[in-house]
């Protein structure tokens, strides 16, 4: 049986993300201040139980935990990524759930406000999705932009 695409499922009904993971996490013991991105390769098996409870309580969609990730902020940003997509994808199975890459802001603010280029900024949100792309997401979200 071929996986429906998201649009295809679209039209037939509403579709609902899953919620927190960085709240989420701190509540089960990360300590302020600690990026949640670590606990994919630290502690996958959290990750991957936040996402099954998040599909059994009837998420459609869950974000990766790749909200901090991205080539300014991690040397190994790949690994991240890739670590991130294989939890999501193993907590959904073989459900007609979605994985989500979830990309946050880069941290930094663009010209003329700040002093990132934004070409550069483009250059850096191409490379997060290139990587989350050939790792397996389904659809990218693009969330808490604050940057102008």
Do not use: W
């Amino acid at each position: 049986m071929t996986k429906q695409s998201i649009l295809e499922v679209l039209k037939k009904k509403r579709l609902y993300f899953d919620g927190g993971t960085g709240t989420v996490l701190q509540k089960r013991g990360l300590k302020p201040g600690v990026p949640p991105e670590g606990m994919s390769l630290e502690h996958p098996e959290m990750i991957e139980t936040l996402h099954s409870e998040y599909l059994s309580s009837g998420a459609d969609i869950i974000k990766t935990n790749t909200f901090g990730v991205n080539s300014l902020k991690y040397e190994n940003y790949d690994e991240y990524i890739k670590a991130a997509l294989d939890i999501a994808n193993r907590a959904r199975g073989e459900s007609d759930s979605f994985v989500a890459l979830d990309i946050g802001p880069t941290g930094r603010m663009l010209a003329p406000y700040g002093d990132f280029d934004f070409e550069d900024a483009v250059k850096s949100f191409a490379t997060t999705v290139k990587v989350g792309v050939k790792a397996g997401c389904d659809l990218i979200i693009i969330e808490t932009m604050n940057d102008p």
